[in-house]
C-alpha cells in the first residue's frame, strides 16, 4: 500500500479506476431492474468527474460500485491497476478503508454522536494512517475551525457535511466518490464544499453524482447516465469533445464520430446540453 510520500509522487493524469462492461441488475418480486447496462469509464487522478442523468437513470448504482459499496452484476471493476473481482475480503476492506473515500447524501451516516467534530478527524486520520494535524487543516478550510470541539447533534447540517467531507478526504485517497455532495446544503456551504473536492482532484479522482448546476460547473468532465447507459462525455478544456461557435452551433471534432457506429448514432438536446448518443435502448418495462 503506497504511503503518503508515494501518493504525492504520482502523476496527475494516472488512471486509479476503469469500469469495463459493468452492468447492475436488482431481482425484484416483480422481475429485474437493470440499473447498470454495460458502462465503459476511465478515472484518472487530476481529474473532477460529475455524473448526471434524469432519477432512476443509474447514478447511485455507479457510484456504489466505484466506492465499494456494492459489486457489480457483471463486467469488471478495476482500482489502483487491480481487478476487484480477484481480491479477498480483507484486500477489498484494506481499499475501502484506504483507498477509496465515499461521501454520502446525508452526513449522518459517516459520523458518529459521541465523538467531537476533532476527534472525527483523528479518528479518520488513524484509519487512514495520516498525520493529525493536516485533519485540523481541513477543518480550517472547510470553516470548521471554530467548531472543532462541537459533536454532531450541535453542528448544522451544512456544517455536518463539511465535517463528513474531512473525514473522506483526509490522507489523500486515490478515489473519491460522493453522492449529491451539495444537494442538501445552502450556497455558502456548497462553495466550501466544491472548493474542497476541486482542490482534491489535483491529486486523488474525484466522482460526484449531481443535479445541481454549480457542482456540474466546478467538474472536469461530465458522464450522461440515461437507462443505466452512459450516453455522452463532455470534456472541459483543451481535449473537449464539443465546442459551440457564436451561432450557437454544435461542433463535434471528426474523432467523436467513432464513438458510435455513425449511422445509428442520435444527437438529443434536452436541458443538460446536446448529447451523442448510442442506439435507442429499450426501456425495463
Ligand atoms: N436496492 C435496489 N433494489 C432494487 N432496485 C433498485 C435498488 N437501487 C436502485 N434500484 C433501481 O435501479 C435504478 C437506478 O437507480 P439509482 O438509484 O442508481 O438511480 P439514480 O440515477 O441515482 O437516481 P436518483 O437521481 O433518483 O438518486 C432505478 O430504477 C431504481 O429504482
Not at 40 to 67: D, H, I, Q
Not at 150 to 163: C, I, K, M, T
Request: proline letters at 5%.
Amino acid at each position: 500500500m503506497p504511503n503518503d510520500a508515494m501518493r504525492n509522487d504520482l502523476q496527475p493524469s494516472e488512471e486509479v479506476a476503469r469500469c469495463a462492461r459493468l452492468v447492475r441488475i436488482y431481482p425484484s418480486a416483480t422481475g429485474e431492474t437493470h440499473a447498470l447496462r454495460g458502462v465503459e469509464a476511465v478515472f484518472r487522478r487530476g481529474t473532477a468527474t460529475a455524473v448526471t442523468g434524469p432519477s432512476g437513470s443509474g447514478k447511485s448504482s455507479l457510484l456504489g460500485v466505484l466506492a465499494l459499496r456494492d459489486r457489480q452484476s457483471g463486467g469488471e471493476l478495476w482500482l489502483e491497476g487491480r481487478l476487484t473481482d480477484g481480491l479477498g475480503r480483507r484486500q477489498l476492506r484494506q481499499l475501502r478503508r484506504r483507498d477509496v473515500a465515499w461521501l454520502a447524501q446525508r452526513p449522518t451516516h459517516s459520523l458518529y454522536e459521541h465523538l467531537t467534530a476533532a476527534e472525527h478527524l483523528r479518528h479518520a486520520a488513524q484509519i487512514r494512517s495520516a498525520a493529525a494535524e493536516s485533519g485540523l487543516e481541513l477543518l480550517d478550510r472547510l470553516g470548521l475551525a471554530a467548531r472543532r470541539d462541537a459533536r454532531p447533534a450541535e453542528l448544522s447540517g451544512g456544517e455536518q457535511q463539511r465535517l463528513a467531507l474531512a473525514m473522506a478526504l483526509i490522507g489523500t485517497p486515490s478515489l473519491v466518490v460522493a453522492d449529491e455532495p451539495t444537494a442538501e446544503l445552502d450556497d455558502s456551504s456548497s462553495e466550501l464544499v466544491l472548493a474542497e473536492l476541486r482542490r482534491a482532484a489535483a491529486t486523488s479522482a474525484v466522482v460526484f453524482a449531481t443535479h445541481d448546476h454549480r457542482a456540474v460547473d466546478a467538474a472536469d468532465r461530465v458522464l450522461h447516465l440515461r437507462h443505466g447507459v452512459l450516453s455522452t462525455e463532455t470534456r472541459r478544456g483543451s481535449d473537449a469533445l464539443a465546442s459551440i461557435d457564436s451561432t450557437g452551433r454544435v461542433q463535434l471534432p471528426a474523432q467523436a464520430m467513432t464513438l458510435f457506429p455513425q449511422a445509428r448514432a442520435r444527437i438529443v438536446v434536452d436541458e443538460q446540453g446536446v448529447h451523442l448518443l448510442p442506439p435507442e435502448v429499450p426501456d425495463d418495462d
